[in-house]
């Protein structure tokens, strides 16, 4: 293995959403991260199928260690593991590791360095911590899901990026390596705790700024990055394709003009905030007036902050994503490659996903752990 991570060894109890995509940006960064995955049990419904299999990208890197954590020796097992690692990382609701006798106090007690990542949707405490949820109930709670979408319909639902992936597994990915830092002047561990109302939250941290300023108004889709302005939205093109347009600076909305052929006068008035409805209609009217490789050709390269509208199966062959090379084929799966990107400790090119118990003889032997029965049936 190799990247800025290497030589770490981090613990993963698998769960959904947040923290298995945190555990496979540690693994893309080198660091060894074993799954604890629950013994598979014949004939279960399962709503995520691809989970287990090629398909579960956010499984990708690490190897699976199957663990029935009723069974003391289970139990007892990832006790012995855990005092050989420097983190481990959950996203339970609050009380379960406790009641499996797994809490921070039992696993710090075996391993006083070592880091517990807890990923929750509302945190380890406060009047919501053990009520259900996801990625729109927290983000809706943190005040950003009410600026998205457009002012005559409902706050549109941005996927589960903002809550489960930027507030919460890049949060817990973030203080993860803080503590694991502290840890290495303070000789001591700690509980990381992670919730994706705060972290979505934290990432608005620009607009509550500007709302303190009035720069910022309640109004949904009549602010500058909100798609209020005429300047920074998405526009449908003849054939019924999408480009983007994101010309705030002065000298980038000239540019704007130049390209798309525009003289109204009317567009002078850049930041004059009661035209810009009728200013979107116009711009509306060129874009429709031409496809989207055709406004491709003129605008795509220049300073216009431009940008085509491609979906997934469009953008891993984007010339730009090309010669990056921000997608990878991993067993047939194509899907994006690690990030960011580092000058010298580069990381491998991740692995494919586990199935659940793949190598879990494999991983106690390595890391000098006993096996037992328990573990030898869910192999």
Not at 79 to 91: R, T
Not at 213 to 241: E, P
């Amino acid at each position: 293995m190799s990247g800025p991570l290497t030589g770490l060894r981090i613990i993963e109890m698998v769960g959904l959403g947040p923290c298995p995509f945190a555990a496979m940006m540690f693994a893309d960064m080198g660091a060894e991260v074993i799954r604890i995955d629950r013994p598979p049990v014949p004939g279960a419904a399962n709503p995520f199928p691809m989970l287990g299999t090629k398909y579960d990208v956010m499984a990708r890197g690490r190897r699976s260690l199957a663990l029935d954590l009723k069974q003391p020796q289970d139990r007892a097992a990832l006790l012995e593991l855990v005092g050989k690692a420097d983190a481990l990382i959950e996203g339970f609701r609050p009380g379960v590791m406790e009641r499996l006798g797994l809490g921070p106090d039992v696993c710090l007690q075996k391993n006083p360095r070592l880091v517990f990542g807890r990923m929750t949707g509302w945190g380890q405490d406060g009047p919501l911590a053990q009520v259900a949820g996801h990625d729109l109930n927290y983000i809706a709670l943190s005040g950003m899901l009410q600026a998205m979408g457009r002012p005559d319909t409902p706050p549109a639902p941005p996927l589960n990026l903002v809550g489960d992936f930027g507030g919460g597994a890049m949060m817990l990915a973030f203080g993860v390596v803080c503590a694991l830092l502290e840890a290495k002047t303070s000789g001591r561990g700690q509980v990381v705790d992670a919730a994706m109302v705060d972290g979505s939250a934290l990432l608005g941290a620009m607009l509550y700024g500007f709302r303190a300023y009035g720069a910022w108004n309640d109004q949904r889709g009549s602010n500058m990055l909100d798609g209020g302005a005429h300047f920074y939205d998405t526009y449908a093109c003849a054939d019924g394709k999408f480009v983007s347009v994101g010309a705030i600076e002065p000298q980038f909305y000239q540019l704007l003009q130049q390209h798309a052929g525009i003289t109204d006068p009317a567009f002078q008035q850049q930041m004059h905030t009661p035209a810009w409805p009728e200013l979107k209609q116009k711009l509306a009217t060129i874009f429709g007036s031409k496809t989207r490789a055709e406004w491709c050709a003129i605008m795509e390269g220049t300073d216009i902050c431009f940008a085509p509208v491609l979906d997934m199966a469009e953008a891993p062959q984007h010339l730009h994503n090309l010669a990056r090379q921000n997608f990878i084929e991993v067993d047939g799966v194509t899907q994006p490659a690690p990030a960011p990107r580092f000058s010298r400790s580069v990381p491998d090119v991740p692995q494919a996903p586990a199935q659940p118990g793949q190598h879990s003889q494999d991983i106690l032997r390595d890391w000098g752990v006993a096996p037992n029965n328990s573990v030898t049936s869910a192999s």
